[in-house]
Every structure is written in structure tokens, then in C-alpha cells.
T-cell receptor, first 112, second 114 residues
Framework: AQSVSQHNHHVILSEAASLELGCNYS??????LFWYVQYPGQHLQLLLK??????LVKGIKGFEAEFIKSKFSFNLRKPSVQWSDTAEYFC??????????FGKGNQVVVIP | DAGITQSPRHKVTETGTPVTLRCHQT?????MYWYRQDPGHGLRLIHY???????DKGEVSDGYSVSRSKTEDFLLTLESATSSQTSVYFC?????????????FGPGTRLTVL
């Protein structure tokens, strides 16, 4: 079964700072990778996804992620965060049965 | 947003009582999932369905059962609720197993077992 590790569970930063969240997954063949965001009190929404092709994936709201196969990583980045980026971020990997394995999440707080 | 509704949205119940949560979709997607979300654990898969009457267990299925008699509805039942089942429950849907195959999530049900 796939497993996903996310580091630095709680992140606090100021507006305009850069954000990088790490995600490592266990190898299991062809990988489909996702980052989801959950704003306070809301459901999960897809930020971006990787299936194949260009390893640098651009998503919504200025987020991007880079798939590095040799490192089994799919790190999320945003060059300049806003207060509205305060949320919990989840990395997920799809297994061969179309099930998602989620990391434990990163709680990000952006201070105005 | 994908057409997914969950009911009830909030429920408080007592230990030992049965509870059924409903997930309804209007997208005609084949795959449906039930997750629970707990602090420090992320989302964990309880059960999933790959078609009408076709279901399988996830990683935390003990104490839960599911049924899917129609494409649009996926029911999660706690036969005898326990305090450890206090959680937020999310339903998700997916159209296919081939890319792109992201899952879309419902609004969640907050369940408290006293």
C-alpha cells in the first residue's frame, strides 16, 4: 500500500513569505499525485495534480509542485503567500485500486 | 463544485446507538468513498465503492458498514457507535480509475458520540 509523509505539521509565516511543504511517498509503480487544500470549516478542494509529463505542475491560486521521481517527492510551493492561504494542506497518492492515501496534513497559518 | 451532498451535516448521538450517514451525488460517478478526518491523522479511508452493490474495505473499516443500492447514494452505517468514532466524515466521488481521476469531496458530516 502507498504511504505519504508530510513534514512540519504546523507552519506559521507572514504575508509575502515563501511557502514550501514537503511530501514524500512510498514507491508503488506509476504514481498519480495530488495536493488538496482545506480552508477552515470547509471541505477538501483540489489544488493541483500530477499524472505524467512536465514534473513541474501549476495549480490554482499561484501554487505549484515539483515531482522528483528519484526522491519520491512532490513538494508544494508558493512564492508569496497571502492571509487567505491559511488552511490545511494534504498531499495524496493514488494506488492501483483508485484509492487515495493521504498524508497527515500541514496546518499553515499566515499572519497579516 | 461537484454535486455532492451529505446528510446530516451535524449529529450528536449516544454510545451504542446505530447511526447512518448519507452521501448523495448528482454526477453519475462510478466510484464513491467514505473517509474520516481526525487531527494528526489526516484523512483515512473507511470503505469505498466501485459500482452499485460493489464495495470494499479501507484502512479503518472496523465498526463501519456501507451500502450502495443506487449509483447516486452511498450510505455509511455505524452499527453501534463508540466515542472513538467521533470524527468528521467526508464522502468523495471519482469518475474513473484512469487519469485524470481526482476525487471530489462533499461538505462533511461532524459526528459526536457521547
Amino acid at each position: 500500500a502507498q504511504s505519504v509523509s508530510q513534514h512540519n505539521h504546523h507552519v506559521i509565516l507572514s504575508e509575502a513569505a515563501s511557502l514550501e511543504l514537503g511530501c514524500n511517498y512510498s514507491y508503488g509503480g506509476t504514481v498519480n499525485l495530488f495536493w488538496y487544500v482545506q480552508y477552515p470549516g470547509q471541505h477538501l478542494q483540489l489544488l493541483l495534480k500530477y499524472f505524467s509529463g512536465d514534473p513541474l505542475v501549476k495549480g490554482i491560486k499561484g501554487f505549484e509542485a515539483e515531482f522528483i521521481k528519484s526522491k519520491f517527492s512532490f513538494n508544494l510551493r508558493k512564492p508569496s503567500v497571502q492571509w487567505s492561504d491559511t488552511a490545511e494542506y494534504f498531499c495524496a497518492v493514488k494506488d492501483g485500486n483508485n484509492r487515495l492515501a493521504f498524508g497527515k496534513g500541514n496546518q499553515v497559518v499566515v499572519i497579516p | 463544485d461537484a454535486g455532492i451532498t451529505q446528510s446530516p451535516r451535524h449529529k450528536v448521538t449516544e454510545t451504542g446507538t446505530p447511526v447512518t450517514l448519507r452521501c448523495h451525488q448528482t454526477e453519475n460517478h462510478r466510484y464513491m468513498y467514505w473517509y474520516r478526518q481526525d487531527p494528526g491523522h489526516g484523512l483515512r479511508l473507511i470503505h469505498y465503492s466501485y459500482g452499485v452493490k460493489d464495495t470494499d474495505k479501507g484502512e479503518v473499516s472496523d465498526g463501519y458498514s456501507v451500502s450502495r443500492s443506487k449509483t447516486e447514494d452511498f450510505l455509511l452505517t455505524l452499527e453501534s457507535a463508540t466515542s472513538s468514532q467521533t470524527s468528521v466524515y467526508f464522502c468523495a466521488i471519482s469518475a474513473t480509475t484512469t487519469a485524470p481521476n481526482e476525487q471530489f469531496f462533499g461538505p462533511g458530516t461532524r459526528l459526536t458520540v457521547l
